[in-house]
Each structure stands twice: as C-alpha cells, then as structure tokens.
C-alpha cells in the first residue's frame, strides 16, 4: 500500500511541529514548505484539515503560524491516516465491472490486510517517529531555518 501524497505531507507536518514546542511559539507554513520543498498551497490543504480535526492549531498575527495543539503523544498514527486517506474501500469491484465479484475473495482479503495495516499504525504515535535522531534533525532544521531567516532579515 502506497500513502497518498496529502497523507505524506500531513505527516511530515506533524512530525516537524513536534519538537522544540515550548521554546517555538509558532512555525510559519513557509518554513515548512521550504523545509520539505513541498507547495505551500498543498501544505496549507493540509493544515487545514489537520487544524480541523484538532491536532494542529493556527495562529493569527505577526507572530503567527502553526503549532502542535496537543501533545506528539497524544496524536495516533493511524487515526491521522484515516482522517488524511480519506477512503474506505480497498477495492471497488464495481467499478470495473468485474465479472468475478461474486465468487471472488480478493476483496475480503485486501480489506482485511488494510484494517491490519491501521492495527498496527492504532500503537504508535506521533511521540514514537519523532525520537532520537528524528528528533535532532527536526532540530536542526529549524534552528537552521531560523539562523538563515535572522541573517536575511539583518541584511534587508
């Protein structure tokens, strides 16, 4: 099973947001569009949802931006890929007009497989991916973005 690319970009999103909460009052959809080089009309579709399913928040202002709006902990894997994925169905026989719908169990068995997969991702949390050495990169890169963001603002 391959994510969709909306589902990989609220992931990172999240996974960026997580570190360093208490001394970032909030991170600019810029910093993290620049960070992933992903579009930042893309990361905001995202954010959105993400702020309207109440893991993330946004603030309005100067010093506005996004946040986490609870803790990495608290934010389980696989109910955020429900809720970014979007769909139900593995397959749909339908569809294709699929003359072996009734005497086939290729259906069952996928759907199956997929409700194994969010078993596995219901364990984890935001907290589990973004340890260790995720969590010094995370870091890193924002500690990064913030020198570059000072030095360009110093010389304008």
């Known amino acids: 099973m391959q994510l969709t ?16 909460r208490s001394t970032i009052p909030a991170v600019t959809l810029a910093e993290v569009s620049d960070q992933f080089n992903i579009p930042r009309n893309h ?7 993400l ?3 109440g893991w993330i928040e946004s ?3 100067r010093s506005g ?7 990495p902990s608290e934010i389980v894997l696989g109910k955020v890929l429900r809720v970014l994925e979007g769909h139900v169905e593995v397959i749909d026989c339908n569809k294709l007009q699929c003359r072996l719908k009734n005497v086939c169990a290729l259906k069952q068995i996928l759907e199956s ?7 596995v991702l219901d364990q984890y949390t935001l907290a589990d991916v ?9 870091g890193n890169m924002h ?14």
């Open 5 to 20: 690319q909306y589902s990989d970009i609220g992931l990172r999103l999240l996974m960026y947001l997580s570190k360093e």
């Open 43 to 49: 990361l905001a579709k995202v954010a959105a949802k």
């Open 51 to 53: 702020v309207k399913y």
């Open 59 to 61: 603030i309005r202002g």
């Open 65 to 71: 931006g996004i946040r986490l709006a609870i803790e």
């Open 113 to 119: 497989a997929y409700a194994g997969f969010f078993i």
């Open 130 to 138: 973004t340890d260790g050495l995720a969590a010094n990169e995370i």
């Open 143 to 156: 500690r990064g973005f913030i020198e570059i963001f000072l030095n360009n603002s110093a010389v304008h």
